[in-house]
């Protein structure tokens, strides 16, 4: 599993020009899914993602988790993360799990989230999206678990 997680001012998900999920102070978390990934691994990284110190206190060092900061998570599915491009010129994709057990993994990661107390926004799986978001920072951090 792997996450790329921005630190944002704000943050949107529109999917045919309606909105479908926005959140103000937060991360928006790009979320992928590989064939050998479990609910252990999803876990791991709830954890991980939900006390990550990057947002900054009152001395500007990165300090304080989400939880601290009362912020909110835009969870977005992308198996583009699990892009193989050494060769050639396009992309493969055979690392990224099947859309039915990402999907479910996908669904799994978001309600730990909220289980967590923090109010999860999301996308919807499968589907064309146009994220926007104001980067605050600009901070980017990846995680993974294999």
């Known amino acids: 599993m792997k996450l790329v997680i ?5 943050a949107k998900v529109e999917v045919n020009n309606k909105l479908i999920g926005e ?5 928006v978390v790009l979320l992928g899914v590989g064939h050998n990934d ?18 900054t206190d009152e001395d500007y060092k990165m300090n304080l988790s989400i939880k601290d900061v009362k912020g909110e998570l835009l969870i977005i599915s992308q ?43 999301s996308g919807i799986f499968g589907e064309h999206m146009k994220v926007t978001l104001t980067n605050d920072g600009p901070v980017t951090i990846i995680l993974e678990k294999n």
């Open 79 to 121: 198996f583009t993360l699990y892009a193989d491009s050494q060769k050639g010129n396009r992309p493969s994709f055979v690392n990224a799990a099947s859309p039915d057990k990402a999907n479910k993994l996908y669904e799994y990661f978001k309600q730990k989230c909220s289980e967590e107390g923090i109010n999860v926004a």
């Open 6 to 10: 921005q630190r944002a001012q704000n």
């Open 38 to 55: 479990t609910t252990q691994t999803a876990d791991y990284l709830v954890k991980k993602l939900v006390n990550l110190r990057i947002f």
């Open 23 to 27: 959140i103000k102070k937060g991360y």
